[in-house]
C-alpha cells in the first residue's frame, strides 16, 4: 500500500508565514506539520509514499529527504505550478503504481485510523468500487457540508441526501478513477467523485475522531496545541 501526501498548495490564507515557508512545513507541536502524517501512515505500516509539490517543493524535499529519518521512503512529485487534487494525482501515478493508493491532504491534523483506510482501499477493484472517502461532521467554516453519506456506505453529491458531512480530504482511491484525466495539466477532483457517485461506485465513512483543517494562524495555533499534547506519548 502506498500513500500520497498532497503538498503543493500555496498557503494564500496563511500568509505572511507561508511566503518563505511551505504550509507543510509549518510547525506543529515541534514536528512539521506533514510529519504527522508521516508518522501516522508509518505507525500503520504504510511506509512507501509520494509527495507533491510547487510551491517552496525544494524546502519539503531538504527537510523531509528520502524519508529515511522518519522510517518511511518518500518519492516526490514535482509540480512547476499546483495542478489542483486530481491533476496532481494522475501526474504521480507513474509513482503510485496499479493498485489502491490512499491520499491525504497535507493541511490538516488529524487521528485517523489509517490501517483501517489502508484495509478499505484494498477492496477498491477499480470497477463497482473507485474509492472510499472519510468523512467528518461540518466545522463551523463548512456548515453545508460536501457529501451525504447513505445507510449503505454509498455517498451521494447532494449532501442533503443521507447525512450530510464535510470531505475530509483523506481518501482512498483506485487509480481507475483518474484514467481519463491528462498528467501536467489542472484538473479538480470533485467532478470525478461527482460522477463515480451518480454510478454508485463511491463509499464513504463518518470520522469522529480529531479532525482539524489547518487553514489559518488560530487554526495554526489549536494544532500546536493539540500536538504538543501527543509529544513525549
Same mark, same amino acid.
Not at 491533476?87 to 496499479?98: D, K, R, S, V
Not at 443521507?162 to 482511491?173: D, E, H, K, M, R
Given at each position: 500500500m502506498k500513500a500520497m501526501i498532497l503538498a503543493a498548495g500555496r498557503g494564500e490564507r496563511m500568509r505572511p508565514l507561508t511566503d518563505h515557508t511551505p504550509k507543510p512545513l509549518l510547525p506543529v507541536g515541534g514536528e512539521p506539520l506533514i510529519g504527522w502524517h508521516i508518522k501516522r501512515l508509518r505507525a500503520a505500516g504504510i511506509t512507501e509514499l509520494v509527495i507533491n509539490h510547487a510551491w517552496l517543493g525544494e524546502r519539503i524535499e531538504a527537510v523531509?529527504?528520502?524519508?529515511?529519518?522518519?522510517?518511511?521512503?518518500?518519492?516526490?512529485?514535482?509540480?512547476?505550478?499546483?495542478?489542483? %487534487?486530481?491533476?496532481?494525482?494522475? %501526474?504521480?501515478?507513474?509513482?503510485?503504481?496499479?493498485?489502491?493508493?490512499?491520499?491525504?491532504?497535507?493541511?490538516?491534523?488529524?487521528? @485517523?485510523?489509517?490501517?483501517?483506510?489502508?484495509?478499505?482501499?484494498?477492496?477498491?477493484?477499480?470497477?463497482?468500487?473507485?474509492?472510499?472517502?472519510?468523512?467528518?461532521?461540518?466545522?463551523?467554516?463548512?456548515?453545508?457540508?460536501?457529501?451525504?453519506?447513505?445507510?449503505?456506505?454509498?455517498?451521494?453529491?447532494?449532501? %442533503?441526501?443521507?447525512?450530510?458531512?464535510?470531505?475530509?480530504? @483523506?481518501?482512498?482511491?483506485?487509480?481507475?478513477?483518474?484514467?481519463?484525466?491528462?498528467?501536467?495539466?489542472?484538473?479538480?477532483?470533485?467532478?470525478?467523485l461527482r460522477a463515480a457517485m451518480a454510478e454508485g461506485r463511491v463509499s464513504g465513512a463518518r470520522h469522529d475522531g480529531l479532525w482539524l483543517d489547518v487553514g489559518t494562524a488560530e487554526r495554526l495555533a489549536e494544532a500546536d496545541a493539540i500536538a504538543r499534547g501527543w509529544v513525549g506519548r
Open positions: 523531509l529527504g528520502d524519508g529515511a529519518a522518519y522510517g518511511v521512503r518518500i518519492a516526490y512529485s514535482r509540480e512547476g505550478t499546483a495542478l489542483e %487534487t486530481a491533476g496532481g494525482i494522475a %501526474t504521480a501515478l507513474p509513482l503510485l503504481g496499479e493498485a489502491p493508493f490512499i491520499v491525504v491532504n497535507g493541511d490538516v491534523l488529524t487521528d @485517523i485510523d489509517f490501517a483501517a483506510l489502508a484495509d478499505a482501499a484494498a477492496r477498491l477493484d477499480g470497477h463497482a468500487a473507485l474509492a472510499h472517502l472519510l468523512l467528518v461532521p461540518n466545522p463551523p467554516h463548512h456548515p453545508g457540508g460536501d457529501f451525504g453519506l447513505m445507510a449503505d456506505g454509498r455517498l451521494s453529491a447532494s449532501p %442533503t441526501d443521507g447525512v450530510g458531512l464535510t470531505f475530509s480530504g @483523506i481518501a482512498a482511491y483506485h487509480p481507475a478513477l483518474f484514467a481519463a484525466t491528462p498528467p501536467h495539466q489542472p484538473a479538480k477532483l470533485a467532478p470525478l
